[in-house]
């Protein structure tokens, strides 16, 4: 049997040039996301070159909020890229989510597709829900082994022994995003029948099932899967080894084990409109059942004048995480700029007014070294003489930018034995402590139960999960 691979990417988030002019409107939209929203087109277009390179893989899998406000115009465009990987001979399969539709009445969904002009914003032509289905049936139900027409979602062969469960989980559009009853003995049913065929499963949902983060089920439950718990269990059952997703935008790996020790993976890739954008490159190995996922990034965007900037370098200046970057230290060395930049993002009037305490702050927050924090979480004492001098020459703020910048793309950097984990841990741990003496409801409140700050930090500071959120092996059977 042959092996099977395939490409998956995640939130492509398609603007359309059409729907935008350089002004305000726009540019404030994108600075207060962390999609590089303008860029959107020659993102999608420089990985799918990559695509079209690789001769060795024939499938292309989009894992849904392929557009980013579920506008025709957008549509039409992504459809056009979709056509130039089937004309370079791929297949193609393609997920929708909340981003690629307007409610207009349907269900909850609260997207309205827009243009943004020099001044503010005006209605498009949208995407309705019911008419995705037949917009996208050449990437899925057309080739399809079986299709739940409720949600649009299908099951395709992949290759011999492997076949692809494409979920659609937009469910009524905001707060539940799932399947419904139909939906889920359709689910149960492809599970069954693929193991009676001796078939290994790929099953791809737009929303986790596992979380990046335990805090992220607890603070923002309805962002999950709606039944991931159910949905767990079953997968377990059925001996579904894995589901890719989207939607948080969070490159991760995680396992889930039920108490009779059955697991599956979550692996969630990171939105390609992030600057940190990559894609899956996924292997099965028909004999063995073995399953390589790699990642892919890109180093320089096509299409775009970067001055000579790598495509992580240019993009990330344009959203909250890169813009808190620029921030801070211009509210101290020029504070129109630092206005400018702010502006659309954060009240401009009330900075103007507190310029004096603003700069003050600035000032104080940059010179607070690890030293400081390390004092503050009573660790100095723990630490040797050449860690004393490291955690001097160190500040609390770039360290904060560098846990900022691993967020979306995964593998955080401060393992255990670093200076900016010790201290910053039992920093933590100092403020668990006032947390719980202070009794501080609006804390306590983002916090699981039976965890803290200091567990929570913990999925922030390094890879605690599997290790390695861009690559893992594993079987099938
Ligand atoms: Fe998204
Ligand atoms: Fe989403």
């Keep these: 049997m042959k092996n099977v691979s395939f490409y998956l990417l995640a939130d492509a988030h398609y603007v359309s040039k059409k729907n935008w002019t350089e002004g305000k409107p726009f540019t404030f939209r994108e600075r207060s996301d962390q999609i590089a929203l303008k860029a959107t087109p020659e993102i999608l277009d420089t990985f799918i070159e990559k695509i079209i390179a690789d001769e060795e893989t024939d499938t292309v899998i989009f894992a849904g909020d392929n557009v980013n406000n579920g506008d025709m115009n957008s549509h039409y465009e992504f459809r056009q890229r979709l056509e130039k990987l089937t004309d370079a001979g791929k297949k193609v399969y393609v997920i929708y989510a909340t981003h690629d539709y307007c409610g207009c009445g349907e269900d909850k969904n609260w997207f309205t597709s827009c243009i943004y002009t020099e001044t503010g914003t005006e209605p498009t032509e949208p995407m309705k829900k019911s008419g995705l289905y037949d917009f996208y049936y050449e990437y899925g139900p057309k080739q399809a082994l079986s299709v739940e027409r409720e949600s649009g979602s299908f099951t395709v062969k992949l290759g011999g022994g492997v076949r692809l469960i494409a979920v659609m989980d937009n469910g009524n559009g905001c707060g539940y995003c799932g399947l419904f009853e139909d939906g889920v003995k359709w689910l149960e049913g492809q599970f069954k029948e693929a193991n009676e065929c001796g078939d290994y499963v790929i099953l791809v949902i737009h929303h986790p099932v596992i979380p990046p983060w335990d805090v992220f089920s607890h603070v923002a439950d309805d962002e999950m899967y709606g039944g991931y718990r159910e949905l767990s269990s079953l997968m377990c059952r059925e001996n579904v080894r894995v589901v890719f997703t989207g939607h948080t935008h969070v490159q991760n790996i995680r396992k889930y084990t039920d108490p009779e020790g059955r697991w599956f993976l979550d ?81 401009v009037d009330k900075l103007k007014k507190y310029k004096k305490l603003i700069q003050l702050a600035g000032r104080k927050v940059q010179k607070i070294t690890l030293s400081s924090v390390a004092k503050f979480g009573r660790t100095k004492k723990n630490l040797t003489r050449e860690q004393k001098e490291e955690a001097k020459s160190k500040t609390l703020v770039q360290t904060a930018y560098i846990i900022l910048r691993h967020i979306y793309s995964g593998n955080a950097p401060f393992t255990p034995d670093t200076i900016e984990y010790k201290v910053l841990d039992s920093a933590v741990g100092r403020i668990d402590k006032f947390v719980d003496l202070f009794r501080i409801k609006a804390v306590k409140k983002i916090i699981p139960e039976g965890s803290s700050l200091r567990i929570i930090a913990q999925d922030f500071l390094y890879n605690c999960r599997t290790g390695n959120d861009d690559e893992i092996s594993f079987s099938l059977k």
């Excluded at 692996?267 to 790699?294: F, Q, Y």
């Excluded at 180093?299 to 200046?317: C, R």
């Excluded at 970057?325 to 659309?344: H, Q, R, V």
């Design 267 to 347: 692996i969630s890739t990171v939105a390609l409109a992030n600057a940190a954008g990559k894609m899956r490159k996924v292997t099965v190995d028909a004999e063995s059942g073995i399953c390589d996922v790699k990642s892919i990034g890109i180093e320089k965007l096509s299409g775009i004048d970067t001055g000579g900037k790598s495509a992580f370098d240019y993009l990330y200046g344009l959203n909250f995480p890169g813009i808190w970057e620029k921030l801070i230290p211009l509210c101290t060395k020029d504070y129109n700029a630092f206005l400018e930049l702010a502006e659309g993002y954060l009240p």
